[in-house]
């Protein structure tokens, strides 16, 4: 148990399908991520969330679009997926914007699978 | 943002000393070095941080030398379950939060 829960951990939608993955962390932590771990690749950072600001966006598709409405809490709906869309879909918090010299806590992901 | 470069993949046998290197040779001034530890179909979770010379945990030594080009992780007597994927992190803020492939340990008995 890291602190960063992941909700569902598991989902399978279909390619007309909205939905939400959410994520919640009470670890006074102010830095939120998602990332996208794909079969046997690396993990990809999608988007980086300071204080409810967004600071980054890793060129990623618009159907994912992420939400982040407190330092809790960080959403990312999701819209019009494809197959390819399918992974792990990993979130994680930190002390804000600290330099590296912090560690990342990582939710248990939601396993998505596109039909 | 330091590139990084690791060994794709690396065995071991119970009880011996790893030693994994990661290489970063563009590595710049206000980097901190982290390493972090992968299980299947899990999340990653943190090993150890360093920014020169050597650190040490209850779980492993971070080696780091003085042109900081490079750093070495140190897991003492490996077991099975130290089997998974290690990732080495190199940047400033967390923005640089970026994994590369890593190195897959594999721990025989």
């Known amino acids: 148990e890291t602190g960063v829960t992941q909700t569902p951990r598991h989902l399978v939608m279909g390619m007309t399908n909205k939905k939400s993955l959410k994520c919640e962390q009470h670890?006074?932590?102010?830095?939120m991520y998602w990332y996208k771990q794909s079969a046997k690749k690396p993990l990809e950072l999608m988007f980086v969330?300071?204080?409810?600001?967004?600071?980054e966006n890793n060129s990623v598709p618009s159907r994912f679009s992420p939400e982040c409405p407190n330092s809790s809490h960080l959403f990312l709906h999701l819209h019009t997926l494809q197959p390819e869309d399918s992974a792990l879909y990993l979130c994680?918090?930190?002390?804000?914007?600290?330099?590296?010299?912090?560690?990342?806590?990582f939710g248990q992901g939601t396993r998505l699978t596109v039909v | 943002l330091a590139k990084t470069t690791q060994p794709i993949s690396m065995d071991s046998y119970e009880g011996q000393e790893v030693n994994i290197t990661c290489s970063h040779n563009?590595?710049?001034?206000?980097?901190?070095i982290t390493w972090y530890q992968q299980f299947p179909s899990q999340g990653p979770r943190f090993i150890i941080q360093?920014?020169?010379t050597k650190v040490t945990n209850e779980v492993a030594s971070l080696f780091i030398p003085a042109d900081r080009k490079s750093s070495t992780l140190s897991l003492p007597r490996v077991s099975l379950s130290d089997t998974a994927v290690y990732y080495c992190?190199?940047?400033?803020?967390?923005?640089?939060?970026?994994f590369g492939a890593g190195t897959r340990l594999t721990v025989k008995p």
């Open positions: 992190l190199v940047g400033e803020n967390n923005n640089d939060m970026r």
């Open positions: 563009n590595i710049a001034t206000n980097d901190y």
């Open positions: 670890l006074g932590h102010n830095a």
């Open positions: 360093g920014y020169k």
């Open positions: 994680a918090s930190s002390l804000r914007q600290a330099a590296l010299n912090t560690e990342a806590f």
């Open positions: 969330y300071n204080f409810k600001e967004q600071t």
